[in-house]
């Protein structure tokens, strides 16, 4: 296998791992407050259609990524209100929000499918400046690119090291401790949900801004819930979500590199490595995994009389 | 007493609350002075608990009116009464277990900034331990504390917070005997430095030992209230039943059976992440005999427990009833040998909360009232016996509610009621007596001891000593999943036990 090949692993993981990164965030903040949104792929799907077209219409990017940060923050404020308003189950109302997000997103996507944007420009990360123009192109980044590792470690710095990050964990932990304590569990429920979005929508805006560059129906493939999985995977800890991602994406770089090779095995069992992988972990994970999760996570906070 | 001369600190008056089916406050008026040590005492479901939490916010009164400082105020959320330095622990403990001594504390600092300096708080954590010697090391996980260390953990948070007025719910419940005597002496420092206490509790002995004035609920209302120096035991109970107690536990002396009814040998579990492993106890329990377990929970009283009724799997040894190899059968089986079992938390571990109270009583031996090969239920028999069994506890209740609308006193009746419905041959009871007022805890304990003078083992699992230094005829003491030691109730007292739960190293002696 050449350098290049393999570089060209490594630069695909970063370019698909970037929006699964974002996402992973964006649920670890949701579910740390106890709420799983099952519907992330949905949001997903909303936050990328309605970035894109406002790309398409206004010729700005950057509005674009803007868009789909709101598009997934309100998204996700729905999901609120049906859990924590109306106290609905939390697995119900998140494939409730997924469905809604396939079709909400095809019907906002439909009249920009296909049209040309200006995707993110993207800029040469510093150092290797000398190499050849066909390895250079492979490190071309956009911000958001740049972004996401300084954002992880705020997450994390937000989590676990201000007041709001204590008092969210808190509801998550335990939310009638956090009301005696003064707290509003419901409005910091609703808070974490609106910064969950507002990430997944991110991630999202990457996705079909700057990546793909491009908008199609289902073009998340899966990546709500594997970001959910990967949730689990990093513990409910923003940091090892990098882990996580990482083994995932690269494990999708790399079986795309077989594919393209010309290995004599099937695409789809090729296609499958990412997720038997991912559910490998999850399975060795799996043992330990009540002692990290929010202690409530996925009950209906009930409130008292 | 110079109290009466002061301005109240708070004073509530016609407080009225009302549940589904309960009129849980129903009129009270109460004034607590600076400097004082207030106990609420009554049965459960007097209303104390209900009362308590209107003052902290955590409920809202139907009617009724709360002055503090002189104030009149309208408290509509724990963030109102903590605005008032009003400070509550909780009948259950509130800490968060995933998360340090000092996030918790931190959590209800009144004036913690956004960005928060966790050097700072530790240092305030110590500085106020020292004062009132609760020391605690604030970089613990609280899951890794005992019982005793979290209820210092629950004052010292109180006390950070700026709390003037500390509301404790049953705070000795699960302490050891030393750990009551270290609290009681903490609350009497926090009195001299002008901090009103409010102790909800039903144990008369608390309140005479450290309490100032008492204020007696009974079904929701104030039966009186008196001052410590002139209440005596009678009088109390008077006000809390309304009548005299008959307490009659008779114990039969009974001649040694030959064989063991439960017989453990080298019995060993492995214990998965916060469970504790069982490491080789050696238990046999007689026809006819109460075996007392003392320990601090969370030292294998679960395991023990689950391992007996085949929930938890067993690792090494054997366990044999009447001589028959049980070791690995399943709970059924053991159900049916003639195995009664009321678990620690009756809530989540004997009832299905969502079920009916009968539905719940029927739900542990379902072949016995299942008709026409299992198709249909026989719900008149199950009525019959819940009626029967009830009856003899002199417990009363709808059978149509859900179990989880029932109280924490109400559930473990219901259990008790069912467990001992049927003659059972094996009793196994983890703190049959907890959250159960005087009365009911009597009549627990006479049918407990009603079920070994005829011929049933009885394996009974408390914190509460003078309940096991009362009821049993042996003792074991589990300390981290060991045997720690084994006496006759009368070989011993409640200090070298009280050692031995807590793993001190006192004079280790172990008499067989």
Not at chain 1, 274 to 283: G, N, Q
Not at chain 2, 446 to 462: D, F, T, Y
Request: aromatic share 8%.
């Amino acid at each position: 296998m050449s350098l290049l090949a393999l570089l060209g692993v490594l630069s695909s993981t970063i370019f698909s791992g970037t929006s699964l990164l974002y996402a992973t965030l964006g649920e670890v903040v949701t579910e740390r407050s106890g709420t799983v949104n099952l519907g992330l792929e949905g949001v997903l799907l909303i936050s990328a259609a309605t970035g894109y077209g406002v790309t398409v219409s206004t010729g700005n990017p950057f509005l674009g990524v803007l868009a789909a940060m709101l598009a997934g923050g309100l998204s996700n404020l729905v999901f609120g209100y049906l859990v924590i308003t109306r106290k609905a189950n939390q697995l119900a109302s998140g494939l409730a929000v997924l469905f809604f997000g396939y079709g909400l997103s095809a019907l906002i996507g439909k009249p920009f499918v296909g049209k040309l944007i200006n995707s993110l420009p993207r800029y040469m990360i510093p150092g290797p400046g000398e190499l050849p123009l066909r390895y250079t192109s492979l490190f071309k980044f956009d911000f958001l690119i740049y972004l996401v590792i300084p954002m992880t470690f705020f997450i994390w710095w937000l989590l676990y090291r201000t007041r709001w990050g204590l008092g969210l964990r808190a509801v998550g932990e335990n939310a009638e401790t956090a009301y005696a304590s003064g707290r509003n569990p419901g409005m910091i429920k609703f808070q974490a949900l609106f910064v969950g979005g507002l990430l997944a929508g991110l991630g999202a805006a990457h996705l079909s801004i700057a990546f793909t560059m491009n908008w199609a129906e289902y073009m998340t493939g899966g990546r709500g819930f594997i970001a959910i999985a990967l949730v689990i995977f990093s513990k409910w800890h923003p940091i090892r979500a990098i882990a996580g991602v990482l083994v995932f994406s690269g494990a999708v770089a790399f079986q795309l590199l077989l594919q393209v090779s010309g290995v004599n095995v099937s695409p789809f069992l090729l296609d499958m490595i990412p997720f038997i992988l991912t559910l490998t972990v999850l399975l060795i994970w799996g043992g330990t995994r009540k002692h990290s999760a929010p202690a409530t996570l996925g009950r209906v906070y009930q409130g008292t009389e | 007493m110079e109290q009466s001369s002061q301005q109240p600190l708070v004073s509530l008056r016609g407080i009225m609350k009302a549940f589904p089916g309960v009129l849980a406050n129903n009129n009270i008026d109460l004034d607590i002075f600076p400097g004082e040590i207030h106990a609420l005492l009554g049965e459960n479901g007097a209303g104390k608990s209900t009362l308590m939490k209107i003052l902290y916010g955590f409920y809202r009164a139907d009617d009724g009116r709360i002055w503090v400082d002189g104030k009149e105020t309208r408290i509509k959320s724990p963030a109102d009464a903590r605005q008032l330095n009003i400070g509550m622990v909780f009948q259950v403990l509130n800490l968060i277990p995933a998360m340090s001594v000092l996030e918790n504390i931190a959590l209800f600092l009144k004036d913690l900034p956004g960005l928060y300096n966790p050097a700072q708080i530790r240092k305030r954590i110590f500085e106020q331990s020292r004062l009132y010697g609760l020391e605690v090391n604030p970089d613990d996980m609280v899951a890794h504390l005992s019982i005793g260390v979290q209820q210092k953990v629950e004052i010292l948070k109180l006390l950070l917070s700026d709390a003037k007025i500390l509301i404790l719910d049953e705070p000795t419940r699960v302490l050891a005997p030393h750990e009551v005597e270290s609290l009681f002496e903490v609350l009497r420092k926090l009195r001299q430095n002008g901090y009103a206490i409010i102790l909800i509790t039903h144990k008369l002995k608390e309140v005479m030992e450290c309490t100032d004035r008492i204020t007696v609920l009974r079904a929701g209302r104030v039966a009186g209230t008196i001052l410590c120096s002139e209440a005596n035991h009678e009088k109390l109970v008077q006000l809390m039943f309304d009548k005299q107690l008959t307490a009659q536990i008779e114990r039969e002396d009974l001649p040694r059976a030959l064989d063991p009814v439960l017989e453990l040998v080298s019995f060993s579990t492995h214990g998965e992440g916060t469970e504790v492993s069982l490491k080789n106890i050696a238990l046999k329990i007689f026809p006819g005999e109460i075996v007392g377990v003392a320990g601090v929970s969370g030292n294998g009283q679960k395991e023990l427990c689950d391992a007996i009724l085949g929930i938890e799997k067993v690792a090494g040894g054997r366990k044999l009833l009447k001589a028959q190899d049980f070791t690995h059968s399943t709970t059924r089986k053991m159900r049916d040998f003639g195995l009664g079992f009321v678990p620690e938390n009756p809530l989540t571990m004997a009832t299905v909360p969502f079920m009916s109270v009968l539905e719940n009583m029927a739900v542990t031996r379902t072949a016995d009232y299942s008709r026409h090969g299992g198709l249909t239920m026989d719900w008149k028999l199950v009525q019959e016996d819940a009626r029967q069994s009830l009856e003899k506890f002199g417990f009363t209740f709808s059978y149509y509610l859900p179990a989880k609308s029932l109280s924490g006193g109400n559930l473990q009746r219901l259990i008790i009621a069912r467990e001992m419905m049927k003659d059972s041959q094996l009793i196994v009871a983890s703190y049959l007596t907890r959250g159960l007022d005087v009365q009911s805890t009597l009549v627990a304990r006479q049918e407990l001891m009603r079920a070994r003078n005829e011929g049933a083992g009885v394996l009974l699992i408390s914190e509460d000593l003078e309940e096991l230094f009362s009821l049993c005829d042996r003792l074991i003491v589990l300390y981290e999943g060991r045997i720690a030691g084994e006496f006759k109730p009368s070989e011993t007292d409640y200090y070298q036990i009280g050692y031995l739960m807590t793993g001190s190293q006192g004079n280790h002696v172990t008499t067989h």
